[in-house]
């Protein structure tokens, strides 16, 4: 359970500074292409993939927090116990979805990494730039597992520990 505890506070940080980040360095373009007549020619190269990082975190702090938009209709017509069945159907499609993109995702970034890909400005080996994708691809399947399971054993009637 540290490993979980451990892996939730990095995301946060990493989100935290990093959309910081992100947003300091747009603003340093901004000043520099209008003030100054010139830019960074690895600014936006940098902003795209870690526009991709970030958002794969955000999706996975997302399915931590239950905060991704979904559609209740059925799920709020339903009694409880089958609402968290249905639920967990969900999760659990979701899990295999993000399993499937973490597995290709790896096949792409090792592909990447065998062919010697480099980016344009950067000069950044290309599968660093797609492992975050199937890195957390995975991450957010564990997410869905572990959603699926709780949303299970509230559908069984039997909620897990701190739950009612």
Do not use: C
Not at 15 to 33: D, E, K, N
Not at 77 to 96: D, E, I, K, Q, W
Not at 150 to 160: F, N, S, T, V
């Amino acid at each position: 359970m540290k490993l979980v505890t451990y892996w939730n506070r990095l995301e946060e940080i990493v989100l935290g500074w990093g959309l910081l980040s992100l947003a300091l360095l747009a603003f340093v373009q901004v000043v520099l292409r209008y003030a100054f007549a010139t830019g960074l020619d690895w600014a936006e190269e940098l902003s795209r993939y870690a526009s991709v990082l970030l958002t794969f975190l955000g999706a996975s702090l997302g399915v931590k927090h239950g905060t991704h938009f979904s559609v209740e209709a059925l799920v709020k017509a339903l009694p409880p116990r089958p609402s968290h069945g249905v639920r967990a159907v969900a999760s659990a499609l979701s899990a295999v979805l993000f399993a499937v993109v973490l597995w290709y995702g790896t096949v792409h970034a090792a592909k990447l990494l065998r062919f010697g890909v480099t980016s344009a400005s950067l000069r950044m080996p290309m599968w660093v730039a797609y492992a975050p994708i199937a890195l957390l691809s995975g991450a957010i399947a564990v997410r869905f597992v572990l959603d699926a399971v709780r949303q299970a054993r509230l559908a069984l009637g039997r909620a897990p520990a701190g739950e009612a």
